[in-house]
């Protein structure tokens, strides 16, 4: 951890902003606001979030308004099976007059890349996203070109709709530090948006931060107080992963460090300069969930990741609080 630990001001004043972005995204998604404050969590945490969800819940919506919501660069790329990773990444084209190669950014090149179904594009053209997610940078023809500061891809899909899509790849879902469903909304949310969306444009989400504000924002949330007894919390919880009977994969490592710079945030964004054990817990399945693999003769018993996940976590002990914030 770097710098300073963080401060009970500079913990509220996360909490603050925190606060204006859900508020702001709320009357676009209605009804949503713990999800709206788990893909906050993702930004702050300077993660990547997959938004899974059946059509017509507003997966979209969330993403975009998420995007609005910083004064940075904002690109969108409908993933379709067409789609060649030249079209995301860029390419290199011959310049006549200098006699050289100069190379056309691609749509990747934003603060925001809103990828649109992503289940929908071939597994070549899905793993061009792979090196700028984990490294902020795209490798054409031996050069490295850095992405802008700070980076998040926000990603959709729909697990329903198999025909035309492409499942995505163990070592693709691990570079999405979240992957959270919608779900339908309660009675009186679709009452409110029927009775006033009927005619009448989803309204726009004005950006609230600067993207120096958001680096100052990700700098701090790094330096939120995890005592060992945290960390030894999430190790053991991994470890229980990965003994599971059900579980042909656990949580690695970069699962473990994702857990942990999410409940940093998490507690962050409820105010707090330290992390307790429920930010862990309000994390951990958005965080892992998509990160394990069932056995096949788990599947067949219909049995979830998330069921084994709850069944890892109820065989780890929960810490005691530590000393300095008991």
Request: with cysteine.
């Amino acid at each position: 951890m770097s710098g300073p630990l963080l401060d009970v001001h500079e913990a509220e004043s996360v909490a603050h902003f925190a606060e204006t972005v859900v508020s702001g995204i709320e009357p676009v998604v209605l009804g949503k606001r713990a999800e709206i404050q788990l893909a906050l969590t993702c930004l702050l945490a300077s993660g990547h979030l997959l938004i899974e969800d059946v059509p017509g819940t507003g997966k979209t919506s969330l993403a975009k308004a998420l995007a609005s919501s910083i004064s940075g660069t904002t690109h969108r790329i409908q993933f379709t099976p067409d789609l060649l990773p030249t079209d995301i990444t860029g390419v290199s084209v011959w310049d006549q007059r200098t006699a050289t190669f100069e190379f056309h950014h691609g749509p990747v090149f934003a603060n925001v890349v809103v990828a649109d179904e992503i289940n929908r594009a071939s597994p070549k053209t899905q793993s061009a996203l792979l090196e700028v997610m984990e490294e902020s940078q795209v490798t054409v023809d031996g050069v490295g070109y850095p992405v802008p500061s700070p980076f998040l891809v926000v990603a959709t899909q729909n697990p329903i709709d198999l025909e035309g899509t492409y499942r995505l790849p163990e070592a693709q879902l691990d570079r999405f530090l979240m992957r959270i469903a919608l779900g339908y909304p309660d009675m009186a949310a679709e009452q409110e948006i029927l009775l006033g969306r009927a005619n009448a444009p989803v309204p726009a989400v004005p950006p609230v931060a600067t993207l120096d504000q958001v680096a100052w924002l990700q700098q701090s949330v790094a330096r939120v107080h995890a005592a060992a007894e945290i960390a030894a919390y999430i190790a053991g919880i991994a470890r229980a992963t990965r003994s599971h009977e059900a579980l042909r994969l656990g949580a690695s490592t970069r699962g473990s460090l994702a857990v942990l710079r999410a409940a940093q945030a998490f507690a962050a964004c409820a105010g707090r300069h330290y992390v307790v054990p429920d930010d862990v817990r309000a994390v951990l399945a958005p965080v892992l969930a998509h990160r394990l693999v069932l056995t096949a003769q788990a599947e067949v018993r219909g049995v979830t990741a998330a069921s084994a996940l709850d069944e890892s976590v109820a065989a780890v002990s929960l810490p005691a609080p530590p000393a300095a914030v008991r």
